[in-house]
């Protein structure tokens, strides 16, 4: 009886490392010789700061351990570049914790695009420091938490937070427009696993009224900035950014209507390029390779 070879798997090389030569030509070799077939690929070198980055979605033959075998062998190829890499099956779907306060327009958009597959993302959990949203959460089967905020429970808060994680099993969690400042330890011990959508093109108009900050200042464009969140308030390295055109009849009112679009589509952007492996964060700056 003749064996059925298992069918090719794909998986997602990612990596960063100072600029040397030889790094493609190493990391090629080393997807020939292990059988391998380049289905994607985007790199970029940094010149000015010396620093190399590559993604590459590439086909492999072999059965369910293919993966374990690909990251055994490569950590030889990457020692002596000093890389910085991950590489996993290509559209492994994350585990996505979602926090939300009043306004529900991205975790709606979040939650239908899970649910049709137009995100590689299992939403395990809502949690919410208001009961707003619960019967969404419901009427999605998703676990709802409430967990008030007020300066006396803080901590106790970010505590339950970090429980709910561990339960759930979140890798990322995104703040939906979540309306609360997270701690300097919450930062540090969730750090690059935690995206905010901030309403405004940042670093303008930071804090918690962007819209009134820029309906005062009499400007011509609106945003919304996706970033990495660090216990400097809205000063994360950024991901992804989105712009639309106001003029002066535009109230602040208006102006945070038309920003709901600008913020859907730069937290779904920033979500989508995180889950699939293409953000790199080099120091205070991301580069995404998309
Ligand atoms: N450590 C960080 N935590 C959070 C960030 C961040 O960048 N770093 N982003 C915010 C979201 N956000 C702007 O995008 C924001 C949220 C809240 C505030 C704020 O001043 N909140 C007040 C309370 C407001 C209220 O209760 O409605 C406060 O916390 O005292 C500013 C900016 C999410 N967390």
């Given at each position: 009886m003749t064996d059925t070879p298992a069918p090719p798997t794909e998986h997602v090389l990612t990596l960063d490392c100072p600029e040397a030569p030889g790094i493609v030509h190493e990391v090629s070799r080393f997807l020939v010789e292990h059988g391998c077939d380049i289905v994607d690929n985007q790199q970029f070198g940094?010149?000015?700061?010396?620093?190399?980055?590559?993604?590459?979605?590439?086909?492999?033959?072999?059965?369910?351990?293919?993966?374990?075998?690909?990251?055994?062998?490569?950590?030889?190829?990457?020692?002596?570049?000093?890389?910085?890499?991950?590489?996993?099956?290509?559209?492994?779907?994350?585990?996505?914790?979602?926090?939300?306060?009043?306004?529900?327009?991205?975790?709606?958009?979040?939650?239908?695009?899970?649910?049709?597959?137009?995100?590689?993302?299992?939403?395990?959990?809502?949690?919410?420091?208001?009961?707003d949203h619960e019967a969404l959460a419901d009427w999605y089967g998703i676990p709802y938490f409430h967990v008030p905020v007020t300066a006396a429970t803080k901590a106790a808060a970010e505590e339950r937070l970090l429980e709910i994680v561990a339960e759930r099993e979140a890798e990322l969690v995104v703040l939906a427009r979540y309306m609360q400042v997270l701690s300097d330890d919450l930062c540090t011990r969730l750090a690059g696993r935690v995206i905010n959508i901030h309403h405004s093109f940042l670093p303008s108009f930071k804090g918690a009224k962007p819209y009134h900050q820029a309906y005062e200042h009499g400007v011509k464009v609106v945003g919304a900035t996706a970033h990495y969140v660090t216990a400097d308030l809205d000063e994360g390295p950024i991901i992804a950014q989105e712009v639309i055109g106001v003029d002066h009849t535009h109230t602040p009112e208006d102006l945070v209507a038309v920003g709901r679009d600008v913020e859907r589509a730069a937290l779904v952007k920033a979500v989508r390029w995180h889950c699939e492996g293409r953000v790199i964060v080099h120091g205070r700056r991301t580069v995404v390779l998309h």
């Open positions: 940094d010149r000015r700061g010396g620093h190399f980055f590559m993604r590459i979605r590439f086909s492999a033959t072999g059965g369910e351990d293919t993966g374990d075998t690909l990251r055994r062998d490569f950590a030889a190829v990457a020692a002596p570049f000093a890389m910085n890499w991950r590489l996993e099956p290509a559209g492994t779907r994350r585990r996505v914790l979602i926090m939300v306060s009043r306004y529900d327009h991205c975790l709606n958009d979040l939650l239908f695009r899970a649910r049709s597959g137009d995100l590689p993302v299992d939403v395990v959990a809502v949690v919410s420091n208001h009961r």
